[in-house]
């Protein structure tokens, strides 16, 4: 008979316009980001106020924000 019929994985998609925030530091992040366009600066806030760049994500890049409190780790 016939092969049996994949069911595909239904991923919400989300555009963020360049220079606008995907996740705020310590706010509840999505189990995984997919860059399909563009990329992302995974940044960390310093505790003197500077903002540090920790990675670059690119178009491929799949990146797991989350920390084990569930919130982001980045």
């Given at each position: 008979g016939?092969?049996?019929r994949r069911r595909r994985a239904s991923i919400p998609r989300r555009m963020v316009p360049a220079?606008?925030?995907l996740v705020?530091?310590?706010e509840p992040?999505?189990?995984a980001v997919w860059v399909a366009e563009g990329w992302v600066a995974l940044k960390k806030?310093?505790?003197d106020?500077?903002?540090q760049t920790v990675?670059?994500?690119l178009?491929?890049?799949l990146v797991e924000p989350r920390a084990g409190d569930g919130a982001t780790a980045w």
């Open positions: 016939r092969a049996p220079g606008g925030d705020h530091e310590g992040a999505p189990r806030s310093l505790g106020g500077r903002v990675d670059i994500a178009p491929g890049d």
